[in-house]
Nanobody, 122 residues
């Protein structure tokens, strides 16, 4: 049984930082993506990483501010979010597919967590 649990969200001021975590269980050798959904907007890709961390990918809106990493021994993928802006306010989700293909498409992911809220205030 595959389970993803996000944590680390919260409320911060503009310019603040958070570390989001995704604890994954029930599968191995998977690529993982972080997505986010802001109010009244569609869910969008934020960042992704392959199993061995050989490849990472970021959306243009977060490049240079967010960093994705993973510790497979802990079954955990992290998303370090720095220099937060009000437009980063969203529910952040992690998602996996049962192979090591890194995709930016929501439909390519089979399993999703419940999400963690990030709120950035000015």
């Amino acid at each position: 049984q595959v389970e993803l649990v996000e944590s680390g969200g919260g409320s911060v001021q503009v310019g603040g930082s958070l570390t989001l975590s995704c604890l994954a269980s029930g599968l191995s050798h998977y690529a993982l993506g972080w997505f986010r959904q802001a109010p009244r907007k569609e869910r969008e890709f934020v960042a992704g990483i392959t199993w061995g961390s050989e490849f990472t990918s970021y959306s243009d809106s977060v490049k240079g501010r967010f960093t994705i990493s993973r510790v497979n021994a802990k079954n955990t993928v992290y998303l370090q979010v720095n220099n937060l802006k009000p437009e980063d306010t969203a529910v952040y989700y992690c998602a996996v597919r049962p192979d090591n293909y890194l995709s930016k498409r929501e439909s390519d992911y089979d399993y999703w967590g419940q999400g963690t809220q990030v709120t950035v205030s000015s």
